[in-house]
């Protein structure tokens, strides 16, 4: 559903949690980076899983940022999705 609500919404950015309900958060981006007409949304994974492996998954599979839910304050994560959508 989320991603075919993305087909349909065009957001500018998306932020994607890992652990989700049917597919897990990787899988939605690479479905999402697979999708010419996705690809070029910018994705900010949020999450709580803050191992090394995961954080390099999601930026291979195209997240532009990798940020771990508990080491922000809403502040900051504003500060980083506006960065995004600025560049």
Not at 25 to 37: D, I, P
Not at 51 to 63: P, V, Y
């Amino acid at each position: 559903v989320a991603i075919a609500s993305t087909l349909i919404i065009e957001p500018d950015i998306i932020l994607l949690d890992v652990i989700i309900p049917k597919l897990d958060g990787f899988a939605v981006l690479q479905e999402l980076k697979s999708n010419s007409r996705t690809r070029k949304i910018p994705v900010i994974m949020l999450t709580n899983l803050a191992q090394n492996e995961d954080m390099e998954k999601g930026k291979k599979l195209g997240a532009c940022n990798y940020l771990v839910k508990s080491n922000l304050t809403p502040a900051e994560l504003i500060k980083k999705v506006e960065a995004v959508l600025k560049s």
